[in-house]
Nanobody, 121 residues
Framework: VQLQASGGGKVQAGGSLRLSCVAS?????MGWFRQAPGKEREFVAV????????AYVDYVKGRFTISRDNAKKTVYLQMNSLKPEDTAVYYC??????????????????WGQGTLVTVSS
């Protein structure tokens, strides 16, 4: 399965962006990670197969919303009230099957190429 992420760009603080990630095949959980310059990749959000369950890292709760459209094999990350510290390359990821440790990058089987989000102050 290949993942293709898009939607990154430059935005001013307080603005919004919507990231999309299209999968070439069927996946289970789908998530977003990000990596800022000089930092390690970190978990942002994940959504289950049905879309009924989602989890977020604390500092994006209330600002970011993850959703998915299984008919389109696409996961979205709506990012509102963006802050300069949200600047990073955002990666989508997906698992083949059910997994418990979905905040950990190691459990994901497929990764997209990343899309750059730059938030200016």
């Amino acid at each position: 399965v290949q993942l293709q992420a898009s939607g990154g760009g430059k935005v001013q603080a307080g603005g919004s962006l919507r990231l999309s990630c299209v999968a070439s095949g069927v996946t289970s959980a789908m998530g977003w990670f990000r990596q800022a310059p000089g930092k390690e990749r970190e978990f942002v959000a994940v959504i289950g197969w049905t879309g009924g369950s989602a989890a977020y890292v604390d500092y994006v709760k209330g600002r970011f919303t993850i959703s998915r459209d299984n008919a389109k094999k696409t996961v979205y990350l709506q990012m509102n009230s963006l802050k300069p510290e949200d600047t990073a390359v955002y990666y989508c990821a997906a698992t083949r099957g059910v997994n418990w440790y979905l905040t950990e990058a190691r459990v994901y089987d497929y990764w997209g190429q990343g899309t750059l989000v730059t938030v200016s102050s």
